[in-house]
C-alpha cells in the first residue's frame, strides 16, 4: 500500500453504477475496483486517472458515522460542499470538449487564471462539481498579487491569523 495517495476522495451518487459509465466516457477516468453486494448492488467502488484515484459509492448513512448522511447533490437540491480538483499535465482543451460532448456541464469555460493554470469545471450527471487544471505558467507571488488585488501568503502566522 506504499503507492496509495494520502487523501482519497469520495463522490456519493444516487446511481454510482450510471456515474462510473459516465465518468469514464466523460472525463477518461478507468474503474479500477468494484465490489457488488449479493443483491447486485455497487457497495464500493475506486477509479484512477493519470495516478490519481476517486472512490464513487452510493448514498450511505450508518451510525459509524453518526449523524451524518453521505449523499448525492440531486439529494440535497443540488448543494454540495466540496469540489473535485483534477491536475491535467496537457489537452485541457480537448479534455473540455469530450467531457462536454459526453454531456457534462461546462460551468466555467477553460481560461487562463493569474496563478499559471489553465482550468474549467463541470457538472456531472448527478450534480458533482470538477474542476480541471492544467499548468501553463510559473508567476512569481509578486505577479499573482498584481494581477488578482489579492495577497498571498504561505501559512497562517505569515497571514497574521496565527
Not at 84 to 96: K, M, N, S, T
Not at 98 to 116: H, N
Not at 138 to 143: H, K, L, R
Request: aromatic share 10%; charged share 25%; net charge negative.
Amino acid at each position: 500500500m506504499a503507492d496509495e495517495p494520502i487523501f482519497k476522495p469520495t463522490a456519493f451518487y444516487r446511481d454510482p453504477l450510471a456515474a462510473l459509465k459516465w465518468l469514464e466516457a466523460a472525463f477518461g477516468f478507468e474503474t479500477t475496483t468494484l465490489v457488488t453486494e449479493p443483491s447486485g448492488r455497487l457497495g464500493y467502488s475506486e477509479m484512477s486517472f493519470h495516478g490519481g484515484s476517486v472512490s464513487i459509492n452510493p448514498e450511505f448513512s450508518s451510525e459509524i458515522i453518526g449523524d451524518a448522511r453521505m449523499v448525492s447533490p440531486l439529494s440535497i437540491d443540488g448543494r454540495s460542499t466540496q469540489f473535485i480538483r483534477v491536475h491535467l499535465a496537457e489537452g485541457l482543451d480537448a479534455h473540455c470538449e469530450r467531457a462536454r460532448a459526453a454531456g457534462a456541464r461546462i460551468t466555467d469555460e477553460p481560461a487562463d487564471q493569474f496563478y499559471g493554470e489553465r482550468t474549467y469545471r463541470a457538472l456531472d450527471l448527478e450534480g458533482h462539481v470538477w474542476n480541471f487544471a492544467q499548468p501553463v505558467a510559473a508567476p512569481t507571488i509578486a505577479q499573482m498579487e498584481e494581477a488578482s488585488g489579492l495577497k498571498l501568503s504561505a501559512s497562517l502566522k505569515e497571514a497574521g491569523h496565527g
